[in-house]
């Protein structure tokens, strides 16, 4: 016999509900800036470890606090694209043609950058599974590259309007 659901098992639903992980965005356009914070942070702690047991003034010391600089930077500019692009998608501008489209693919392109130095520690336990590629950037991006419109097989029509992309 099955017996509804009390108010007390409603409400314990959807307090587990409220408390489970929100799934990964899924596209570059859904990236907001809480999603770089931790992979900024893992980052740094990685490079500057890697830093600290080179020694001061050898080419290991100075690469590794370029590269240390370099994501930093990405990060910073990351986060000031995702705010750019959220402020000209609410604006309704998100499909103007020339330098809105290059900002997005400067913010997926900068996120793929963090996960792809973000890799090299995969195996670390603070190292995030969800931190992958994000090759698209939004669901209808995505279907211009998988399915070109009328059968058309040219290159233009594969490559979509954005780009080459490579697979997920």
């Excluded at 409603?10 to 509900?17: C, D, F, K, S, T």
């Excluded at 500019?77 to 501008?93: C, D, K, N, P, Y």
């Excluded at 997926?108 to 195996?123: C, G, H, I």
Aim: proline share 8%; no cysteine.
């Amino acid at each position: 016999m099955h017996s509804e659901p009390t108010e007390d098992d409603i409400r314990h639903a959807l307090e587990l509900a409220d408390r489970a992980p929100m799934p990964p965005p899924a596209y570059s356009d859904d990236l907001i800036e809480a999603d770089v914070i931790p992979l900024q942070d893992f980052l740094r702690a990685r490079l500057r470890g890697l830093k600290a047991r080179q020694p001061v003034g050898s080419e290991e010391h100075f690469a590794t606090h370029a590269l240390l600089n370099a994501m930093l930077s990405t990060a910073m500019r990351l986060t000031e694209e995702i705010r750019a692009w959220r402020s000209v998608a609410a604006e309704g501008r998100s499909e103007e043609p020339g330098l809105v489209q290059t900002l997005r693919q400067n913010l997926r392109d900068d996120f793929n950058l963090l996960v792809w130095v973000a890799r090299q520690w995969r195996e670390h336990p603070d190292h995030a599974a969800h931190w992958r590629p994000r090759h698209y950037l939004n669901p209808a991006h995505r279907a211009s590259l998988e399915e070109p419109a009328g059968g058309d097989t040219s290159a233009d029509a594969v490559r979509g309007s954005y780009g080459p992309e490579a697979q997920p």
